[in-house]
């Protein structure tokens, strides 16, 4: 009997579970934080779109989403009504007058086509091409008719270079066209520096002339070297295109670049290192003024003509820059040094 009641005595423990998340324990926060990082992933996604796409493509894609923009077209796909699609159909495109979206090329470059004035200056700068050709033609010609010149041909070399035409007159061996550590030319020299004047005193184009060595070397202690002698050998060329009629404001520059840039650098030593270099320099075509009625902005379409007449700046001299700064090292003086 007094078990029992000792039983009865004994406190009754009830333990309540509380189920369901709670605090740090729970799960709820992987929710909000995968939707924290959705969010940021959609935004960093507009950035980057925002980024890539043109000024172009922005307004073409707000005219899209816009039901009321008067390019959009009125035959709608779907259902029809407000909420209804636009039809990809040629009848029911998305209509504009701005220039498509430039496709990509094979490289993956981004290619537009070209204003008129792009185009204009396109053509100017072949017609210089040309012209550059046909001073080589002349050059040539003028050379062939002359019994002592004829025998020069070796020394004369023409090439157009990303400066302009490049005219030089190198020595050989046995046939140079200065006296060995001279700046006074031979009397052949002078006769073909001559002979280019006549054919280039008429081009509109400034003239860099630039005097070379070989790398033979005076002796140890000399006050006169390399630096000093094809700065004068280049300033006695300037001095012989002026006698035959070359405007002194055509002459942009004189340099002296002793044995710094050699024709053959292989061979330092070689005859044909020792040369002076005539120039034509390309013209800069972005101060021009565009011909009558061109729109300078204005895109053509690819089989479109170029507003302006094919001869136009063909007989008078097309105006030079205002302005060399930046695209050559201009000299103060008459001589310039590297």
């Known amino acids: 009997m007094a078990e029992e009641d000792e039983e009865d005595k004994r406190p009754i423990i009830i333990k309540k579970i509380k189920k369901g998340g709670g605090g740090h324990h729970g799960g709820a926060w992987k929710v909000a934080y995968a939707d924290f990082v959705t969010a940021m992933m959609a935004f960093f996604l507009l950035l980057w779109l925002l980024n890539v796409t043109t000024e172009e493509q922005k307004n073409a894609i707000s005219n899209f989403f816009d039901p009321t923009h ?20 040629e009848t029911g495109a998305y209509s504009s007058t701005r220039a498509p979206a430039a496709p990509k090329t094979d490289d993956g470059k981004r290619t537009r086509k070209k204003t008129q004035r792009e185009k204009f200056e396109e053509k100017l700068k072949a017609k210089e091409q040309q012209r550059f050709k046909d001073i080589e033609k002349q050059i040539r010609n ?7 010149l004829i025998k020069l041909a070796n020394n004369v070399l023409i090439d157009i270079t990303p400066e302009g035409l490049r005219i030089q007159i190198i020595d050989q061996d046995g046939a140079s066209m200065f006296p060995s550590g001279s700046a006074s030319m031979f009397q052949k020299t002078k006769d073909l520096f001559t002979t280019v004047a006549e054919v280039i005193k008429g081009v509109p184009n400034d003239i860099s002339i630039r005097g070379h060595t070989d790398s033979v070397s005076y002796g140890a202690g000399a006050k006169y070297t390399n630096w000093e002698l094809s700065a004068d050998r280049a300033n006695a060329t300037r001095q012989v295109l002026m006698d035959a009629s070359i405007p002194e404001d055509k002459v942009f520059n004189v340099q002296g670049k002793a044995d710094t840039d050699h024709l053959f650098p292989n061979d330092p030593k070689d005859a044909r290192n020792r040369r002076v270099s005539i120039i034509l320099l390309n013209e800069d075509f972005t101060d021009i003024p565009s011909p009558p009625g061109m729109i300078d902005d204005e895109i053509t379409e690819a089989d479109e ?23 050559y090292n201009k000299s103060q003086g008459n001589v310039q040094f590297p």
């Open 70 to 89: 008067p390019k959009i077209s009125d035959i709608n796909s779907g259902a029809g009504g407000i909420l209804a699609g636009t039809s990809l159909a």
């Open 305 to 327: 003509p170029v507003n302006f007449s094919d001869d136009l700046y063909e007989e008078e001299e097309a105006p030079m820059p205002s302005s060399n700064e930046g695209l």
């Open 142 to 148: 003028a050379m062939q008719r002359s019994a002592e």
